[in-house]
């Protein structure tokens, strides 16, 4: 079975940091682009970070832009994402997404990714 197991969620005042982790099973982690996307109730889901499977070349919303990082080790079938300086505003459900045709013009379209983790709650406090 495809599985995406998101985690590392959780309550952090204003300027802090967590560490998301995606962590795959049964698809070949190392052809999928990585995602991470954002929503919360009542807001159109929001792309937040990719990474492609190969050069490890990254994009990132303005948003998040010198304040998030996304990394990927494909030898333990995980993505990462740190986010630093966290706002009020990061505060949302966290998804991961896998995708193997995602190209640039599509990494921030959720229908471009074909398989996505549960998601996993970030509340940033002011």
């Known amino acids: 079975d495809v599985q995406l197991q998101a985690s590392g969620g959780g309550i952090v005042q204003a300027g802090g940091s967590l560490r998301l982790s995606c962590r795959a099973s049964?698809?070949?982690?190392?052809?999928?682009?990585i995602g991470w996307f954002r929503q919360v109730p009542g807001k159109e889901r929001e792309g937040v970070s990719c990474?492609?499977?190969?050069?490890?070349?990254?994009y990132y919303a303005d948003s998040v832009k010198d304040r998030f990082t996304i990394s990927r080790d494909n030898a333990k079938n995980t993505a990462y994402l740190q986010m630093s300086s966290l706002k009020p505003e990061d505060t949302a459900v966290y998804y991961c997404a896998a995708g193997a045709s995602v190209i640039t013009s599509t990494m921030t379209e959720g229908s471009a990714y074909s398989y996505w983790g549960q998601g996993t709650l970030v509340t940033v406090s002011s």
């Open positions: 049964g698809f070949r982690f190392d052809d999928y682009v």
């Open positions: 990474i492609d499977p190969a050069d490890h070349n990254t």
